[in-house]
């Protein structure tokens, strides 16, 4: 293993750890936000789904834009926006302001998020060996920490703007000096394959991605995403107004499955190395519906905990895990796999809270956990697009790149 190949894995991990903070800074501060600007209740959910409609707008222009330049380019230029942005909503005073902000964050993070996925794949690819987990293991820790100093900002009653400017000014420096080792993965078996995959008609960087190939994956996205939006949006809720617990109690499931997702997706590369991807996937799919399961019949709140715990534990592997199946799926075309996938993120973000919202209004919402358990479940179904490719190479692997895969994107 190369010092390229780990310097890059380490600035990578710090991107990822970034977006996690911010990303909390922002969502966990909404009531904040909605006071200092004077939003609505019938205003704000036009500005929360704004978010990532154009964060699907970005993926999508990200797709386009690797076809003539390296993901870590764009990496290195839209995470600062992104922190300026989260600036931009803290020191603003006039809906205008706030309007453009949160628009330019949308864009910006689906940039973000579609090359940093890109780059995990790549490198992943160049290890050899499972590594996306990782990643995502240091943006749950972010999470963590964004919302432990939103909690703190909301404790003390820091005005917004004092509460982002100190973590912009640790980050916004730290991603610009990390954004120097990210590798791109354009060694010269990243060429042969490019090569091969346009015979075999697959095509090159950006082309030849077949939706019905990647649909199965786009399914899974979309699935585990609409219950990651379930227990984010309407855990507090259940507990405090179906289960019955206090209004201190209702805020714990939610640390607990950030906690239980860091530490599943920290074991969870061990778990794909020892027993393979299918397996990790689909232990994981059975676990999160387990999980609904027990908050849809809990008689009690410490039981709905439990239940949302068993959730994070099982859906903290397939988000990941569907990005690295992409890659695999199309070695040839991997950046465009990942930014087409990336895509169906928001919209299992945006179906997710007001399918369980109404579902809970009209029905009930012990009936509502019913909807992402199932739709969990089938993920087990199309756990075999999680298999490693064949090598069309000759031999029945995947064969992961040689080590001197990649360059930074200074030319490292």
């Keep these: 293993m190369t010092e390229v190949l780990r310097r890059g894995r380490a600035s990578l991990a710090l991107s990822f750890f970034a977006q996690g903070v911010a990303f909390a800074l922002l969502v966990t501060r909404i009531p904040a936000i909605q006071n200092r600007y004077g939003v609505s209740d019938a205003l704000l959910p036009v500005f929360l789904a704004a978010v990532p409609i154009l964060a699907g707008v970005g993926s999508v222009a990200t797709e386009r834009l690797v076809k003539r330049i390296p993901p870590s380019r764009l990496l290195c230029w839209s995470q600062p926006v992104v922190l300026l942005a989260l600036l931009g909503v803290g020191a603003g005073d006039r809906l205008a302001v706030l309007g453009f902000a949160l628009a330019l964050f949308g864009l910006a993070v689906g940039a973000l998020d579609a090359s940093m996925n890109m780059l995990g794949v790549s490198l992943q690819r160049a ?20 919302a432990s100093l939103a909690w703190v900002g909301a404790h003390w009653h820091l005005a917004l703007w004092v509460s ?32 091969v995959a346009s015979e075999t008609g697959e095509g090159g960087r950006g082309q030849g991605v077949v939706f019905k190939a990647l649909l199965p994956l786009c399914l899974v996205m979309t699935f585990a995403y609409i219950g990651d939006s379930t227990v984010s949006n309407w855990s507090a809720k259940y507990l405090q107004d179906v289960l019955g617990s206090s209004e201190q109690l209702a805020t714990v499931p939610y640390n607990v499955y950030m906690v239980t997702t860091l530490l599943g997706r920290a074991l969870g590369d061990l778990g794909v190395r020892r027993f393979g991807a299918v397996a990790v996937v689909r232990l994981g799919a059975l676990v999160a519906a387990a999980g609904f399961a027990v908050v849809a019949v809990a008689p009690g709140a410490w039981a709905g905990m439990g239940g949302f715990t068993l959730v994070g534990l099982g859906l903290c592997v397939l988000v990941p895990q569907t990005f690295a199946a992409a890659g695999r799926l199309f070695p040839g075309a991997s950046d465009a796999a990942v930014a087409r996938l990336n895509v169906f993120n928001y919209v299992g973000f945006l179906i997710g809270s007001p399918l369980v919202g109404a579902l809970g209004d009209a029905w009930s919402y012990r009936g509502a956990m019913a909807v992402p358990m199932v739709l969990v479940l089938v993920t087990f179904v199309y756990a075999r697009s999680f298999a490693p490719q064949p090598d069309r190479y000759g031999g029945g692997h995947e064969r992961p790149r040689t080590a001197d895969v990649g360059r930074g994107s200074n030319g490292v």
């Excluded at 290890?127 to 964004?146: D, E």
């Excluded at 000096?177 to 990210?182: A, F, L, N, Q, T």
Aim: net charge negative; charged share 15%.
């Design 127 to 146: 290890y050899g060996r499972s590594i996306m987990l990782s990643f995502h293991a240091v943006y749950s820790l972010g999470g963590i920490l964004g």
């Design 164 to 195: 982002y400017l100190p973590v912009v000014l640790v980050l916004l420096p730290a991603v610009v000096v990390g954004s120097r080792w990210y590798v791109d993965g354009k060694g010269d078996e990243a060429e042969a394959e490019r090569g």
